[in-house]
């Protein structure tokens, strides 16, 4: 089997699991350990350790999701971690901590490479946007499958107020707001971005996908409108999808120099 290793860094959890490259499944139960609070560079490092030591049998380098802006696996935001990450090269980091290559990749992206390949945009041509509803608001936006990397769409402002502090399923549970109140300010947001992106397909994902019965028959969009179908695995799948990118092009980099 050709499975890499993925790891997705959240607020509240880091995972990790191998992937089998082929299905997009898991390939062993994933591990999960709570994200150190604060978040510092140093305890999480440690963490990534932790999860890689127990995949030992899981060769090749290693992807990472993350929840902020990544660019050369270096990091410019870190909006529900801690801003001691901003600037820090976290590939060399963690592939430190890890005694592997480590790969970044932002975890909305990881989440919509994941549903581009394996999942409820498979095979889909055109516009797609991903959107994970969670802590904030995620997004990953595909054209024929190819990712235009760290959108972060969920801070954009509509009517004076960010969209993720506004309509994110974390807003809704400090709030205190029904599925119906929250729904209507989701349609806002999804009129908004059809306006500025008139996307063909819009993927909803993040931990509250599980509920979509609920919520989703409320929803309007002019696009096709489905829920996430590997739900909170979309980020490991993803990471595990970067690394594998990764090493594909080493080859290629070595043939340029």
Known sequence: MDARLGIDIGGSGIKGAPVDLVSGALAADRCR??????????PVSRILGRIVGSFSGVTGPIGCAFPGIVISD????????????????????????????VVMINDADAAGLAEARFGAAAGRSGVVLVLTLG???GSALLHDGRLVPNTELGH????????EKRASNRARKVQKLSFGEWT?????????????????LVVIGGGISKRFDTFGPHLRSRADLVPAALRNNAGIVGAALRAAE?????PTRANRR
Do not use: K, M
């Open 74 to 101: 270096r990091i410019y935001s870190a909006a529900n971690l801690d801003g001691s990450w901003i600037g820090v090269d976290a590939g060399a980091r963690f592939s430190e901590a890890c005694g592997r290559p």
């Open 246 to 250: 990764s090493e594909a092009a080493q």
């Open 156 to 163: 954009l402002e509509l009517g004076g107020e960010v969209i």
């Open 184 to 200: 209507e300010r989701l349609n806002e947001v999804l009129a908004h971005l059809d306006r500025l992106l008139s996307p063909d």
């Open 135 to 137: 802590t904030g608001i």
């Open 33 to 42: 350990i709570p994200t150190p609070q604060p978040a510092l560079v140093e």
